[in-house]
Structures are given as C-alpha cells and as structure tokens.
C-alpha cells in the first residue's frame, strides 16, 4: 500500500527478507493484471500492423541478416564483417527462429514472416509492460499504475518502440523487467533478478542501456551500510550473482557469434570499443544534432507526458517540502531512486554529438513512470478539500473538468501523431504487393533472376522480406556518398552452415567512405522504387532523375501518397491535418507519390 502521496507505506527500515510471513492480501489491482495485458498486446499490436520502418539501421542490421539466416541470401552491413563483429549473432538468431515458425502455418510467406515476428515483439512488449505495471501498481499506489497504462498505449512513442526490430526496443524490454525486478521488494530484494535482466539487454541488445541499472544498484549499496553486517553480506551476494547472470550471457553470446564469426568476437564490447574509442570517427560520421534534438523529439512522441517526467524530481522536491510525510530517509530516498533514471539516460545522451530518436526507446517506460508519479501528485495536491486553501476554494467539478480536458487534448494529439506517421510514410511497405500478385485473381509481375533497384530511395527498403524469393535488391548510383550495404556471401565452404557470416566480404569499412562496388548497372534493373515531388521546382541533380516521368523506359505499377516533408509545414509534419478548406494551404499536406516502376519492354 502507498500514502496519499504514492510512497511506500513503510515507517522504518524493515528487511524485506521477513516480508513472506504477512498474509496474503486481495487484489490491490485497479485493473487485473490479464485485462492490461491485453490492453497493452492490442496498442502494440496496432502498431505491429500500421507503424512504417523509420530507421533503415532497422532494415539493414536487423531484418536483413535475419533473412540471411532463413532465405539464404540478404544485404550486409559492415558491422557484420568478420573484421568489425560488432553485432550479435544471437539476438539475429532468436528473431529469425520466431518468423520460421511462421512456415508451419498455412498460408506461408516471406511477408508474414515479417509481420509474424512483429507480432511477437508485440506480445513480448505486452508482457514487460504488463510486469511493469503490476510492479508500479503494488509499489507504488494503483492510481499510478493506471496512469502508466493509459500513458503508455496511447503514447507515439510506444507505437514507434513497441515492435521496432532494434537493440534499443530490446533493451526497452529487458528495462521494464530489470526497473520491475528492482523497484519490488515485496517477498526480498531482488535486485540480482534486476541486474539479470539489465545485463541480457546490454549483451544481446545495446550494452549502454546497462547504465540504467546504477540507480538501483547505488540504492541497494546505501541500504545495506544503513543495516547490519549480515544485509551488507547479502547484499555483495545478490550484486554478485547478478554480475555471474551476465557473465553467463556474454558466454553464450560469444559461442554463439563463435560459431557464425569463425573468430573470437565479443560483440558488446567491439560495440562500446566504436563508440567510444574509435580512431576513425565513429557514430559522428552520420550526423550530428544539437542539443535540444531528444527535447523536441520526446515533446512531439509523447505530449504531455514529457513535461510531466522532467517534473517529477522537482514536483517530489516540493511536495515534501509543503506537506512533510512520515515516511522517513527510506521512502524519499526510494522514490528518487525511481525517478532518476530517466534524467541521467537524458542527460548522457543530449551531450552526445550523434543523436537518433531510437537512442531514447530504452527509457521509454521511465519516462510513463516519472510522469505518472507526476501527475499523481499533481491530482493529490488538487484533490485537497480545505476551503482555507486555494486548490480547496475551486469547485470539484471545474478541477475534474480541467483534468479530463488535459487528458482528452493529449490523447487527440497523440492520435493524430500516430495516424499522422502512419499516412505520412506507410507507402514503402505497401507498394510491392504487385510482385506478389495483387488481390484475388491477380498475377505476380516479374520473374525469378528479376533485380528490384534503389537510387536515392535506398534508405527506405522495408527488406527483402517484401520481395519474392529469387527476386534480390540491387542500388543504383545517386547522390549519396556514404558506404551502401553489401550482399552476405551465398557460397557454401568449410564446415557448417551460414558461410556468408564468416567470409569477409570486400569493400567494407567503418569510416562511411563509398564503395563504387556496391553500385549495379541501371539497364540491369527490372523494377525501380523512385519518389516523385510535383511541388518542388528546383532542378534535380544528375544522379537523380525523376524516373516516374520518364514514362518511355519505365511505368508506374503501383504508387502510394507520400509526404512531401520539405514542403509541408512543421505542425502538419507533427500530427495529422485534414485536407479541408477552411484549412489555410500553408497548413495542408503536401504529397509526392512513392511508386514501383517497372522497366517496358521497348526500352530493353
């Protein structure tokens, strides 16, 4: 149970070693445990089906050695080279065990294997976020607990990181299990569980998200010296069985990566090695922001909800400094350590120079956590009947009214914003259904051998799950200078399986210099992905053309809306607009169309 304050309701320090003994309670859930699950599977679900891929890191260091690893052929990063190793075999692995069993279901096809093990990521997130709200519920109080939930299934964040194939979305996961192990002590410390979970999202996810565990740990350490000599022995026990958990994780990561390197690769750590230590630039060679890029990202992703977390340290401040609790040194220490882990990954990574959204996705629930513990106080402090007091002289059902204003406004925001994304970049996952045969009756287009090729459109690729087998990507030249992705090798040698994982492939490098080998010839392509933007007047550069009118040599199979961002104004980027007229034009949309082209037959 919690005071009205949502602290822990515990007037001194009492072991939870001897907590066993109290007697079973009722439920203390607002909503069970079973009907937040679903509540959750259905947001992630939603976003399993509609959410495109925004980050073509997504594409190429995930979905396509996944392909690799059930098709036999797919497009291959550098950091997959023998040389660097600095992605982990296992984590490929797990997901493309999931999207195999697709096969055994009727109806079978590379396509729904894809959305097969979105699905899954789906059902996995729901379980952590149903965990994590039980741990928040029980901790803490349950109006918190139904805060989280609100906050987290209508937030865009959480339909952008909920079934993203990333590392990070991995680590959000392992985060969720790692906080939930950690913040409950009901039945003992379980802070060893907690560093079990924080250490799989480092080693097969994204070993920076480990940082996330200090807090917790610093907890653990400053009780144990404020007990007796046997809670510090305890202590150093449960701190070290949760280093042996990680310790048993890079093992079989590292047999795992043995056996597709062919060499000793510990990718966790070539991954801190880049960097952190690299000579040759490391993640600064793709872009830098500045430092406000997470504080408008996290502002646009979550509404409210963000404001709300940055105040939950300050807000916490001043409640105990207006209305002093009982509670003692214990629970104000406890709810620090709650709500500190969001501010320090937000403060470590807005000094970072290289900045990407999916950097963020690992403090996701922390984020929902702070800005629940937020807006409960904040509904504590309005809750105050005391007609001596301001808050208490406001009618009750103008302050209700307020609230649910609030809350209506953040959740059509959060609606818009998610549609918004959805209608904005969906059409790179729904253009290639022509090679598949479109509708009942229709016939596929194309043949096996056929090359489907990508100029300056190459970062929007959903995979090679969206072409049909023998049917391969190719990149024709554009403007980009960067190094491309390669093709893992499909030679069968040596012993075992897999041998493009271990073969070093050539043109690889990690300083992002191009590769002129990673070019095809364009006469070579029998399908091209291109997008055309009918607003924009500036001259197109040369490597560029605008292939969809150049209707002699290719013709539109099948084209989607696609946003025109450089010509669109920054709230209907944002969220969604209606195409009304009593929308002023410099607020619409404005739209190019993202298009399949195949090549015809007289232009052979």
């Known amino acids: 149970m919690a005071d009205s304050h949502g602290q822990p309701a515990r007037s001194q320090y009492v072991h939870p070693e001897a907590s066993h003994a109290k007697k079973k309670r009722p439920s203390i859930y607002p909503i069970q445990p079973i009907s937040a699950f679903y509540t959750f599977l259905v947001a992630n679900l939603v976003a399993a089906v509609f959410a495109p891929i925004q980050d073509c890191d997504e594409t190429f260091n995930y979905w396509e050695p996944t392909h690799y690893l059930s098709h036999g052929y797919g497009l291959q990063t550098w950091e997959?080279?023998?040389?660097?190793?600095?992605?982990?075999?296992?984590?490929?692995?797990?997901?493309?065990v999931v999207g195999n069993l697709r096969r055994l279901l009727p109806h079978s096809s590379k396509t729904s294997e894809f959305y097969f093990v979105r699905y899954g990521l789906a059902a996995v997130c729901a379980l952590c976020q149903t965990i994590m709200y039980m741990v928040t519920t029980s901790t803490l109080n349950g109006r918190i607990g139904i805060i989280f939930l609100l906050a987290t299934v209508t937030s865009p964040g959480n339909f952008n990181a909920s079934t993203a194939y990333l590392p990070s979305s991995f680590a959000m996961y392992t985060c969720m299990l790692g906080t939930a192990a950690c913040m409950n002590w009901r039945g003992g410390l379980k802070t060893s569980q907690g560093l079990a979970w924080f250490a799989l999202g480092a080693i097969l996810g994204w070993p920076f998200a480990g940082a996330l565990c200090a807090p917790f740990v610093f907890e653990e350490v400053v009780f144990a010296f404020f007990a007796d000599k046997t809670a510090l022995i305890e202590c150093f026990i449960r701190l070290g069985r949760g280093f042996a958990a990680g310790v048993v994780i890079v093992a079989l990561d590292f047999f795992v990566n043995l056996f597709f390197y062919k060499k000793m690769v510990v990718a966790?750590?070539?991954?801190?090695?880049?960097?952190?230590?690299?000579s040759s630039g490391g993640p600064d060679l793709y872009g830098t922001e500045p430092w406000t890029f997470y504080f408008k990202n996290l502002a646009l992703n979550f509404n409210i909800w963000f404001p709300l977390a940055l105040l939950a340290l300050p807000l916490f401040v001043l409640q105990k400094l207006v209305a002093p609790s009982s509670q003692g040194f214990q629970s104000g220490l406890r709810t620090v350590v709650f709500v500190s882990p969001f501010y320090m990954w937000l403060a470590i990574f807005t000094a970072q120079p290289h900045k990407e959204e999916r950097f963020m996705y690992p403090a996701y629930p922390l984020l929902m956590l702070n800005a629940s513990l937020s807006l409960h106080m904040i509904l504590s402090a309005l809750g105050q009947s005391d007609p001596k007091t301001l808050v208490g002289k406001i009618p009750a059902r103008l302050k209700l009214f307020a609230v649910s204003a609030v809350l209506l406004l953040s959740l059509d925001i959060s609606l818009t914003r998610v549609y918004g994304i959805y209608s904005a970049y969906s059409a790179p996952m729904s253009i290639y259904s022509p090679l598949w045969g479109e509708g009942e009756g229709q016939q596929?287009?194309?043949?096996?051998?056929?090359?489907?090729?990508?100029?300056?459109?190459?970062?929007?690729?959903p995979s090679s799950y969206f072409l049909p087998r023998d049917m391969r990507a190719k990149f024709v030249r554009s403007e980009f200078r960067g190094l491309l992705p390669g093709e893992f090798s499909e030679a069968r040698t040596g012993f075992g399986f897999w041998s493009g994982t271990w073969l070093p492939p050539s043109g690889m490098n990690d300083r992002n210099q191009e590769d002129p080998g990673k070019y095809t010839e364009l006469r070579a392509c029998s399908f091209l992905v291109d997008t055309q933007y009918p607003e924009r007047n500036e001259p197109l550069p040369p490597n560029e053309p605008d292939y969809i009118a150049d209707v002699e040599n290719w013709e539109a199979v099948k084209c989607e809306p696609f946003l025109d961002a450089a010509n669109t104004h920054i709230l209907a980027r944002a969220v969604w607009v209606p195409d009304l007229e009593i929308i002023p034009d410099k607020y619409k949309r404005k739209w190019g169309r993202h298009c399949l082209l195949q090549r015809r037959k007289a232009s052979l």
């Not at 040389?83 to 493309?96: D, K, P, Q, V």
């Not at 966790?268 to 690299?278: D, E, G, K, P």
């Open 268 to 278: 966790s750590w070539n991954i801190v090695m880049y960097n952190i230590f690299s």
């Open 80 to 96: 997959y080279s023998p040389e660097y190793g600095i992605r982990s075999w296992l984590y490929i692995g797990l997901h493309a």
């Open 444 to 461: 596929p287009i194309g043949r096996d051998g056929d090359l489907v090729c990508f100029g300056k459109e190459w970062y929007r690729f």
